[in-house]
């Protein structure tokens, strides 16, 4: 089976500070990963995917996140968070793609002034 | 390009009665997915189909949730009869079919049941 714990369900941070949404993941086999960004009222948007290229990977808005597998971890990071980041972040595992997604339970960020 | 149309946004029923939900995928779309979201948890597949037919139906309680995707194209989530634990927002997604392609999310409806 695979799974996915996002370890902090809020982090709060200052406008142009930098920001870090921690996952770590489980899985049998090889995983692609995910991370989603819901604001309100707005539907679920990829923000960035990791599926056995470059560890590496960069998203829209400013997004990247790092894939280490002797860590068994994809956080995602900004350098700079603006107030419009502002929402709910799921981490996400998949063994087949985009067909069968396995979310995490969130991590809320908030953006203050 | 229109994205995931979903509706009702919102619907509060009373418990034992049935309920619908409907959703339009992205024109071009063979794949269509319906997850459901529990307050504070992340959403979780209940069905997938290729076309019309459901591939993947593993997660739907099927005693009392139905779904459909006549000619391929528009869905309906069909709850019936409702209980309080099916209180949720529900999603559907599409994409091209083939497991690479992102999914796609509509914006949901939110299901209260009192």
């Known amino acids: 089976a695979q799974s996915v714990t996002q370890l902090d369900s809020h982090v709060s941070v200052s406008e142009g500070t930098p920001v870090l949404l921690r996952c770590n993941y489980s899985?049998?086999?090889?995983?692609?990963l995910f991370w989603y960004v819901q604001h309100p009222n707005k539907g679920l948007q990829l923000l960035l995917k990791?599926?056995?290229?470059?560890?590496l990977v960069k998203g829209i808005n400013g997004f990247e996140a790092e894939f280490k597998k002797s860590e068994t971890s994809f956080h995602l990071t900004k350098p700079s968070a603006h107030m419009s980041d502002a929402a709910e972040y799921f981490c996400?595992?998949?063994?087949?793609?985009?067909?069968?997604?396995?979310f995490g339970t969130g991590t809320r960020l908030l953006v203050s002034p | 390009e229109a994205g995931v149309v979903q509706s009702p946004r919102y619907k509060i029923i009373e418990k034992k009665q049935p309920v619908a939900f409907w959703c339009n995928p992205i024109?071009?779309?063979?794949?269509l997915y319906w997850y459901r979201q529990n307050l504070g948890q992340g959403p979780e597949l209940l069905i997938r189909?290729?076309?019309?037919?459901?591939?993947?139906d593993s997660q739907l309680p099927k005693d009392r949730f139905s779904a459909e995707r006549l000619k391929g194209v528009d869905s309906t989530l069909k709850i019936q009869p409702a209980e309080l634990g099916d209180s949720a927002v529900y999603l559907c997604?599409?994409?091209?079919?083939?497991?690479?392609?992102?999914?796609?999310f509509g914006q949901g409806t939110r299901l209260t049941v009192v």
């Open positions: 997604a599409s994409s091209v079919t083939d497991g690479d392609f992102e999914a796609f």
């Open positions: 899985s049998s086999y090889s995983p692609s």
């Open positions: 990791y599926t056995s290229a470059a560890t």
């Open positions: 996400v595992v998949s063994n087949t793609g985009f067909q069968k997604l396995v």
């Open positions: 024109s071009g779309h063979n794949t």
């Open positions: 189909y290729e076309n019309e037919e459901a591939v993947d």
